[in-house]
């Protein structure tokens, strides 16, 4: 956590997310609401540019009824919550044994050039980013990333070219719904 | 064609949802094991079943389930482990995804027989769709009368909620898993006193894995005497297997246990032979925790006998020249592949992924990953074999949970078996510069140089 310099965050807890978070807590018995602290932050994260700032953290430590540091905690120690803004469009690829073996390492570099940043770097318009991350449970359909809530499998340049420009266009939709069509 | 339980009618349209699934006899094992069976009964038919743990440690679940403390009187957990995080395993996944009810059924009559009246699925972050999957089936399950109060009728109260966690492979150790249950880092805890004592909220809880849960349910309405007949005397029922790396077909398949791994490997059934006619190098058979072998213990053992996918044939020889069959995270490699860049890949997953709690763990993946770092990138020294290996064995038995082991071991096996292809790393570091330094000439090729240079 930068703590000499920190970026405003506007927070807005809507309605909708209220009603989310309220529902998660009913799943826990009622003096155990520290119990639905995770599910809580992805969906207090998802509605704010997928990251958390420390008075988004502080605002939803208040809503649970705990400490701020057990939210400080937590969240320091799960990757899949950032402390800071990313790339709307965040490339995780997988780089364990069976993509590393699939080529992954050729494609991430191919990623970063095309997009002329390095890993962990958003673009300059804020749109893209790539990182690096350990074994997404997708060995079989290696090489492959994770984008938003999905899967992107048996990735070649050619797919990723094709992701980038559908990003662009706004035809990526980071979060899943069910949909049993 | 093998027997498959779990994954029989995965291939039938819609089975994702509530009404096709019921309509394929779903749910019915609900229905025996609440109106005709006591807790006991179904716990002495997952006994009786011989099914050991499948999540990776192998220990059989209906002994897990007598430990449970019935006596104290708290309220009991049931807790699926759905953390799935082990490199090389996406079967789980696979099961939730495709056929979610089925891990929900096996969910209802597993808390029944334990007497829990409030279970959680725990589920990584990553498979965030699977996430919310499972949130719509159980859902349908509540309206469809499964879950809830009363179900059936038969005065059994059960709430099921799926638990989402956030990135982080320690969280499928149990205790960890709990931990994060309760909002926490995933810190493992201290044993004893284990789950089946004090577990969630302090409470009595078992934790189980996704595809252990699943096969309750075709135990329940066909007997786990039946389930026992299939596969060896000591791996029975049918397995999944996660199949990747070098092969023509990877993916899930559902194996019963006992077929040859020449059979798995070459059979168009499974993983229909090696991508590209490449020789196999290399099998990393139970996820990346359990040792390497080399290509000549993959189809036999030490002793000549056909290598069987089973627990006892896999694990033939112990470390020296055997595996497990762990979580049937099944990674097949081939000459292509260089073993001291796949070992570094490995320790730098287990540093990446170690919680920090005990210093064994926490600094030795570090050093592991730094010195075989160092290797691989040419800048190895002549010590730095026996060091890895120095390393790894003061890991191993030295922590708090078994990453540590996960970790060392590995490294431990990829020494053992391939040692002269680190010693090649060390002594002609001009030769590896390229990352894909074995795919344009691989190991079996140069090796000779290793004789060469010591004449």
């Known amino acids: ?181 | 064609m093998g027997k498959q339980l779990l994954l029989d009618k995965i291939n039938v349209p819609g089975i994702r949802t509530y009404e096709v699934y019921r309509k394929e006899g779903g749910y019915a094992s609900v229905e025996k094991a609440l109106k005709t069976m006591t807790p006991d009964d179904i716990v002495n038919e997952v006994k009786t079943s011989g099914l050991k743990g499948r999540g990776g440690a192998g220990f059989p679940m209906g002994m897990k389930w007598s430990f449970i403390d019935k006596k104290s009187g708290k309220p009991r957990h049931l807790v699926c482990n759905a953390d799935e995080s082990e490199p090389g395993t996406f079967k789980d996944r696979f099961l939730m995804e495709y056929i979610p009810h089925l891990l929900i059924e096996g969910m209802i009559v597993s808390s029944f027989a334990l007497e829990a009246h409030r279970s959680y699925i725990y589920i990584r972050g990553e498979y965030m769709w699977v996430y919310k999957i499972l949130q719509n089936a159980i859902k349908e399950a509540y309206a469809a009368g499964w879950l809830g109060k009363n179900i059936l009728g038969t005065g059994y109260d059960l709430e099921l909620n799926v638990h989402v966690g956030g990135g982080a492979y320690i969280c499928g150790e149990e205790t960890a898993l709990i931990e994060s249950l309760e909002g926490k880092r995933g810190n493992p805890r201290i044993k004893p006193p284990f789950p089946a004592i004090s577990g969630l909220w302090q409470n009595p809880t078992v934790v189980n894995n996704v595809e252990s849960i699943s096969a309750v349910p075709w135990m329940i309405l066909n007997g786990g005497a039946e389930y026992a007949k299939i596969g060896t005397e000591k791996s029975t029922g049918t397995k999944l297997i996660s199949a990747s790396g070098h092969i023509k077909k990877p993916g899930v398949y559902e194996i019963e246990l006992g077929i040859s791994v020449d059979e798995f490997i070459n059979s168009d059934e499974y993983c229909g032979g090696m991508l590209n006619e490449r020789p196999l190098k290399a099998l990393v058979p139970g996820g990346s925790s359990v040792p390497i072998l080399p290509a000549h213990l993959i189809y036999k053992t030490a002793n000549g006998e056909d290598r069987m996918m089973s627990y006892e044939s896999m694990s033939d020889g112990g470390f020296a020249s055997g595996s497990m069959i762990g979580s049937g995270g099944f990674i097949v490699y081939n000459d292509t592949t260089c073993v001291v860049r796949n070992t570094w890949n490995f320790s730098r997953f287990y540093h990446h992924e170690s919680c920090g709690q005990c210093s064994p763990c926490r600094e030795g993946t570090g050093w592991l990953e730094k010195v075989l770092h160092r290797i691989e990138t040419g800048h190895g020294r002549e010590e730095d074999i026996d060091l890895l290996w120095s390393i790894q064995a003061r890991i191993e038995g030295n922590t708090i949970c078994p990453l540590g082991d996960a970790a060392a071991w590995p490294v431990a096996a990829a020494i053992r078996h391939f040692r002269d292809e680190f010693e090649y790393h060390v002594r002609f570091p001009e030769k590896i510069k390229n990352r894909d330094h074995f795919v344009e000439e691989p190991f079996e090729k140069v090796k000779h140089l290793l004789a060469k240079a010591t004449v």
């Open chain 1, 1 to 181: 956590m930068d703590r000499t310099h920190r970026i405003h965050q506007d927070i807005n807890m809507t309605p909708e997310l209220m009603a989310t978070i309220n529902e998660l807590l009913s799943h826990y018995p009622e003096d155990k609401p520290k119990s639905a602290l995770l599910p809580i932050l992805h969906e207090v994260q998802d509605a704010h540019d997928n990251w958390l700032s420390v008075e988004l953290m502080d605002k939803v430590a208040e809503i649970i009824g705990i400490r701020p540091i057990e939210v400080y905690e937590v969240v320091s120690f799960y990757t899949m919550f950032n402390q800071r803004p990313i790339g709307k469009f965040m490339f995780e690829f997988c780089q364990t044994s069976c993509c590393a073996t699939r080529g992954v390492e050729d494609l991430m570099d191919y990623t970063c050039s095309k997009l002329g940043v390095g890993i962990g770097e958003p673009t300059a318009d804020g749109l893209f980013e790539v990182r690096g991350v350990e074994c997404l449970g997708a060995c079989g359909y290696a090489p492959m990333m994770q984008l938003g809530d999905t899967f992107k499998e048996h990735l070649t340049k050619e797919k990723i070219d094709q992701l980038i420009d559908d990003c662009k266009a706004g035809k990526v939709e980071l979060h899943y719904k069910v949909n049993h069509g």
